[in-house]
T-cell receptor, first 112, second 115 residues
């Protein structure tokens, strides 16, 4: 069935290093993808999004890459900081009502 | 920055009781959603709401669930007779009506504990 999943449930990086969080999706009809960050006890917070007519989009310290051929999405965080520690979710949007289908999440831990 | 607000932040209830979770979406948004997240699991879609009616609902959203926009600013989720498995974090979200703006804004959630 339709699903969005993450390859790694946890990721530990050193402060200052770059982080790469991966995501696979299976619905080829999805045309919009979004990354959310969720800190403990808080709601998901928007990081960056990308439409299927693009393969790369950059924000402040973050880059999202989309490979539609293999249905793969990644989030790159440059110079990871302790404040980046959180669970990161990818989600895809499809259908008329634009509901989000979520992956399981990757927990990012930044070591000082 | 405008935000979605949810109340209460925590709700403890007895099994079989009714609960109402409240949300105030961002004022110029027209699409509203409820999602839930059981501890340690992924976020699950419950229902979407537009133009004063449900536009889509998931299998989770059975006849024990209902949503309402009673006064033009609040958006509520009611669970008529709570079950133990309803224990979860419930998130309200909203988005702008612009077709090009699909970003959902989420509230901080209501942690529902059914005993």
């Amino acid at each position: 069935g339709e699903s969005v999943g993450l390859h790694l449930p946890t990721l530990s990086v050193q402060e200052g290093d770059n982080s790469i969080i991966n995501c696979a999706y299976s619905n080829s009809a999805s045309d919009y993808f979004i990354w959310y960050k969720q800190e403990s006890g808080k709601g998901p917070q928007f990081i960056i999004d990308i439409r299927s007519n693009m393969d790369k989009r950059q924000g402040q310290r973050v880059t999202v890459l989309l490979n539609k051929t293999v249905k793969h999405l990644s989030l790159q965080i440059a110079a990871t900081q302790p404040g980046d520690s959180a669970v990161y979710f990818c989600a895809e949007n499809a259908g008329n009502n634009r509901k989000l289908i979520w992956g399981l999440g990757t927990s990012l831990a930044v070591n000082p | 920055e405008p935000e979605v607000t949810q109340t209460p932040s925590h709700q403890v209830t007895q099994m079989g009781q009714e609960v109402i979770l409240r949300c105030v979406p961002i004022s110029n948004h027209l699409y509203f959603y409820w999602y839930r997240q059981i501890l340690g699991q992924k976020v699950e879609f419950l229902v979407s709401f537009y133009n004063n009616e449900i536009s889509e609902k998931s299998e989770i959203f059975d006849d024990q669930f209902s949503v309402e926009r009673p006064d033009g600013s609040n958006f509520t989720l009611k669970i008529r007779s709570t079950k133990l498995e309803d224990s979860a974090m419930y998130f309200c979200a909203s988005r702008n009506a612009l077709a090009t703006n699909e970003k959902l804004f989420f509230g901080s959630g209501t942690q529902l504990s059914v005993l």
